[in-house]
């Protein structure tokens, strides 16, 4: 599938926002992270911001993004509406947490726990739908199985704990505690990497043209003509190729990159006691961990194969 800058951002931007939605507020709510307006502000307005840039950006790979609006109604059969309408709900639960965190915590306010797990599962149900926009796709076999939503919301989280961890750090207020949950939200990340590149290799080549046409009985099928002169819309969105060097390329640059450079990097962090070069190995992580999460989103979408690519040429999908 054709890589969309677009869509990249929106999967990562807003993914690592509610990712850092989560842990702040479930961190808050286990008493691991401190009730600090400084914290609050810094840390629900870099999510806040990430979500609306993720969500704005996504509408510019729509023909008619001032249409946006209409997708909202489709709820009942779209995973994309449902991740708008959720997205927009979650707001409400999240930024009152936030507003009180920020404004008002030196008051008591009863309902906040229930408002906090409503945040919680509000942040993960919109992961979740945003995932399932790919892995609802049948023909699209790198995508329609149980590691994408699981991926989804494994990077959410790691990627949110990067920011997190950042912002406790740079302010001050960070203890080896949250070093060792970042690290190991990482670990669980890369193992599950790891297990969904080894999944979409074994998987590979079910489908053919043989399969496709329903003529496999007759022998073997091949094209006799294109059926364009030059690539069309669904060749250039759904037939994306990517060769086999330039892939294991792009994953090892995900693999260094995007786990293996933070883990080492926060681990550094801890050993430096000069705050300045301890902030800049954070620094480096969280752009280190950029890097890595958008190779791993470019590859998420280069590598999957949609079936009607065996009509165009393709042999095996």
């Excluded at 939503?149 to 959410?156: C, F, N, R």
């Excluded at 801890?270 to 890595?292: E, V």
Aim: aromatic content about 12%; charged content about 10%; glycine content about 8%.
């Amino acid at each position: 599938m054709h890589p969309a800058k677009s869509v990249i951002l929106f999967t990562t931007a807003s993914g690592a926002g509610y990712g850092l939605l989560f842990l702040l507020i479930l961190g808050h709510m286990l008493g691991i992270i401190p009730t600090d307006p400084t914290l609050a502000l810094s840390g629900f307005g870099t999510a806040f911001i990430l979500i609306i840039m993720g969500l704005l950006s996504s509408t510019f790979h729509l023909g008619r993004p001032e249409r946006a609006w209409r997708a909202l109604t489709q709820w009942r059969s779209s995973w994309l509406s449902r991740e708008g309408i959720l997205a927009i709900v979650t707001f409400l639960p999240t930024g009152i947490y936030g507003l009180w965190w920020a404004f008002f915590s030196n008051n008591e306010f009863a309902l906040l726990p229930l408002i906090g797990i409503a945040a919680l599962l509000l942040c993960s149900a919109t992961v979740y739908c945003t995932s399932m926009i790919y892995a609802c796709l049948k023909p699209v076999a790198a995508w329609h199985n149980k590691f994408v939503p699981a991926g989804y919301l494994v990077l959410s989280l790691s990627t949110g704990a990067l920011l997190l961890n950042a912002i406790l750090h740079l302010q001050g207020k960070n203890d080896q505690i949250f070093d060792m949950i970042t690290i190991a939200l990482i670990i669980i990340a890369v193992v599950h990497k790891f297990y969904y590149w080894q999944h979409i290799n074994e998987n590979a080549g079910q489908s053919t043209v043989e399969s496709a046409t329903g003529l496999g009985s007759m022998g073997k099928v091949r094209l006799l003509e294109a059926a364009h002169t030059e690539a069309n819309y669904l060749m250039k969105e759904m037939g994306f190729k990517i060769a086999r060097k330039h892939r294991q390329k792009l994953r090892n640059i995900t693999f260094i990159f995007g786990f293996i450079l933070p883990i080492f990097l926060i681990s550094l962090s801890g050993m430096i006691s000069n705050d300045m070069l301890s902030n800049l190995a954070i620094i480096l992580s969280i752009l280190s961990g950029a890097l890595g999460i958008i190779t791993e989103r470019w590859l998420f979408f280069a590598e999957a194969k949609h079936t009607v690519s065996l009509y165009y040429g393709a042999e095996k999908i």
